[in-house]
């Protein structure tokens, strides 16, 4: 057959865009391989779907239900990293808050059933909210999207599309910035960058240019240490979004899971306050202003922040957390006590702000000097305490620690620990660590040492967690499940040699 000059270039152009196309979905979707925890195995009941697409797709998840939800439901929607198989932080707090909630793997990502693409982690949520829509127990007006990552960027597109009744977008990415930086870090050019998205972006995927038709209660989370692009792509969209909206800007914290850790009970609470006075609860908000009060003598000005709470005045005073977001992207943060409908906070900027938030602190002690302070949970205070240790920890684990270095760390660890008991997740995290000490002392030639050895042996075995694929660590760098088997049963055999 014979084909025309016009039909075989149209022909070769969109062979040329699905290539690109397959190319980005395998650069921006990366479905981990193995499968750890479901709902059974942190005690709550669940039913497992599967929602056939066509013959080779299909999405798959948990439907968890709650009686005391009276319909309200939230769509736990991961990012472009994990499965469902690692959410059960995420949906066992949102359980417990009174909330019904389905989880979902997109196409390729754990048991769901297809090719991993960026078209279908959008184009295949219709369909499925359609079906959550007829389920017994849903209040379809009262259904809450939570995403993360790219699955924020799918929250966003259900948004817009009026398919929820409230979102909460933790990090939220565009993914045209992603595409403006090679793999090696350096700038693609402009040309390039409007190639790559015409050809493997999906029309209509940019958070930014979806907000403005999002009328929907959003809640915006983005964290003190997260990339300064996403962070920045997150406050573009926020600043576009045409419904109500609150920003929290998490401090001393890193991209998702790491919330979960540096502010643990706090964390859950403010999320799932969200939702509840979103899906027809109490409303409980701050909104945050500023004005410029006077400029400083030696450069900058001083700013103030006014306050105000939504919908009204508090019952009790709230510690409230006020922070400006400059042009550059720092943080610039004040506390300060609500007592009223209305109070303000005075921070000294280097420029205006490019925009300012608040928040409520939910568990606080008086300060003298800082007006307060958050109480910690026992998780959090003692990863805190641990936290300097961390460069010294991964210098083991990938086997630069000079050896001198192993009693500092040794006597960090002791010092960390007798300021604050590590709670057991952290020690779980840590038996590789407590492995690798022991292993290292307990064939001194030295008695005291050989004891410290075993000592540290003994820890690395003890610490092990009841369910080892229940296991989470939401450092800066997350990990998911248990990963030091092979260092346990190492510091297990080495026990067993110096006991005969």
């Not at 205006?352 to 606080?364: F, I, N």
């Not at 800082?370 to 300097?388: K, M, N, T, Y």
Request: aromatic share 8%.
């Amino acid at each position: 057959m014979r084909t025309s000059r016009p039909f075989l270039f149209l022909a070769l152009a969109a062979g040329a865009c699905s290539t690109v196309g397959d190319d980005i979905d395998r650069q921006l979707l990366q479905p981990p391989p193995g499968w750890l925890a479901e709902p059974h195995d942190v005690g709550l009941a669940a039913e497992p779907f599967e929602l056939a697409l066509h013959a080779a797709a299909s999405l798959t998840g948990f439907w968890i239900p709650n009686p005391a939800a009276a319909g309200r439901t939230v769509v736990l929607l991961h990012d472009e990293r994990t499965n469902v198989s690692v959410l059960h932080p995420y949906y066992t707090f949102l359980h417990a808050a009174g909330f019904q909630v389905l989880v979902v793997d997109p196409r390729g990502f754990g048991r769901s059933v297809g090719r991993p693409s960026l078209q279908a982690w959008l184009y295949d949520l219709p369909p499925l909210f359609d079906w959550l829509a007829r389920k017994p127990g849903v209040d379809p007006a009262r259904i809450a999207v939570f995403g993360s990552g790219l699955g924020s960027v799918a929250a966003m597109w259900l948004a817009k599309g009026r398919r929820a009744a409230a979102v909460v977008f933790e990090h939220l990415p565009s993914l045209r910035d992603v595409l403006r930086t090679r793999e090696d870090g350096s700038a693609r050019s402009a040309f390039a960058v409007g190639m790559l998205e015409f050809a493997g972006l999906p029309e209509d995927v940019e958070p930014d240019e979806n907000a403005p038709r999002a009328r929907v209660p959003a809640l915006f989370v983005t964290t003190e240490h997260e990339p300064r692009r996403d962070r920045s792509a997150l406050l573009r969209a926020f600043e576009a979004y045409a419904g109500p909206r609150e920003l929290w800007v998490v401090p001393e914290a890193g991209p998702a899971p790491n919330a979960m850790l540096t502010h643990d009970g706090e964390y859950q609470r403010h999320i799932a306050a969200f939702l509840r006075g979103a899906l027809g609860g109490p409303v409980e908000r701050i909104d945050a202003a500023w004005r410029e009060v006077e400029k400083a003598s030696d450069g900058g000005a001083f700013y103030e922040i006014e306050l105000l709470a939504v919908p009204g005045p508090p019952a009790e005073p709230w510690a409230v957390e006020a922070c400006a977001v400059l042009p550059d992207g720092s943080l610039h943060t004040a506390r300060t006590w609500l007592e009223g409908e209305r109070a303000t906070v005075r921070l000294r900027l280097p420029q205006a702000p490019r925009l300012v938030a608040a928040s409520r602190v939910y568990e606080v002690a008086g300060d003298d000097a800082l007006g307060f302070h958050r109480v910690r949970s026992h998780l959090s205070r003692s990863a805190a305490a641990a936290a300097p240790l961390w460069p010294r920890i991964e210098a083991l684990r990938h086997g630069t620690l000079a050896g001198a270095d192993l009693d500092t760390l040794g006597a960090g660890l002791l010092a960390a620990e007798a300021g604050e008991p590590f709670h057991a997740r952290l020690a779980a995290e840590l038996c590789d660590v407590y492995a690798a000490l022991g292993l290292a002392w307990s064939g001194s030639g030295d008695e005291a040492r050989r004891a410290q050895g075993r000592a540290w042996l003994q820890r690395a075995v003890a610490s092990v967690p009841p369910q080892p694929k229940t296991h989470v660590w939401p450092g800066p760098a997350a990990t998911y499940g248990f990963a030091h088997g092979a260092a346990v049963a190492a510091a297990a055999r080495r026990l067993a040699e110096l006991d005969r």
